[in-house]
């Protein structure tokens, strides 16, 4: 029998890890826009296409946060279901599901 009690445990545990600072990666995002509305900024086309970059990647890793953080979040209220009302299938699907997003939470913490 899969072991629900561990997969909760473990997306618990996913729920309270961020792997980097989303309050900071929000800020720099919003004074890198501010920067590229700035009279004159894009007077400059290499110093633009910089700051665009930056500004591409931080939403790309706020984005694959919350993309992480709903897909574990939807991943527990299920488990809390499955764990409520026993399905087998289910009950593997949500362990094939929290290796799939442990992986997932590792690899960003690396990246980092």
């Not at 890198?32 to 086309?45: C, I, K, L, R, V």
């Not at 897909?71 to 488990?79: K, P």
């Amino acid at each position: 029998m899969i072991q629900l009690d561990q997969c909760k445990s473990r997306l618990e545990q996913m729920m309270e890890v961020s792997p980097f600072d989303l309050p900071k990666l929000r800020e720099q995002a919003k004074g890198y826009s501010e920067q590229m509305e700035a009279p004159g900024f894009w007077d400059d086309p290499d110093a633009a296409q910089k700051v665009n970059k930056q500004l591409k990647d931080v939403n790309d890793r706020i984005q694959q946060y919350e993309q992480l953080h709903d897909g574990v979040s939807d991943t527990l209220d299920l488990c809390e279901m499955v764990m409520a009302e026993y399905d087998d299938d289910m009950a593997k699907e949500i362990e094939k599901e929290t290796e799939s997003l442990d992986g997932r939470v590792e690899q960003l913490r690396l990246a980092t």
